[in-house]
């Protein structure tokens, strides 16, 4: 008879007879790190000035690379730059569309049309 089993042989059952009791212990290993890729993607498509939008869209990408090659900190850093050029993207594109209407309505009310 090998050893191993004669020890388990002479144990014999467990001597308390409580249940035993386990706990469940959940890990999770995806840090959530946002990476603003839609709203650098909205940026890009519609509100572009200085090509901000552009870069927004390059950070968020290397944002969501960083995160998938497990650096938090690297996916961090790149989302954080993504949100601050979305920001500015996202301001100085209202800036230049409200600019835009002011400009169209005030030269066509200075400047009716010919023929009224």
């Not at 497990?70 to 996916?75: E, F, M, S, W, Y």
């Amino acid at each position: 008879m090998i050893r191993e089993e004669h020890e388990v042989i002479n144990l014999g059952v467990p001597q308390n007879s409580v249940p035993m009791k386990s706990t469940v212990v959940n890990i999770q290993n995806e840090t959530a790190v946002p990476d603003h890729i839609v709203w650098s993607l909205f940026n890009t498509l519609f509100f572009n000035p200085c090509c901000l939008g552009f870069v927004a869209f390059a950070y968020s990408v290397k944002s969501r690379d960083r995160k998938m090659a497990g650096d938090v900190i690297g996916a961090q850093t790149y989302g954080s730059t993504a949100k601050c050029l979305n920001i500015w993207a996202l301001v100085l594109g209202l800036l230049i569309t409200i600019a835009t209407v002011i400009i169209i309505v005030v030269t066509s009310v200075n400047h009716p049309p010919e023929g009224y």
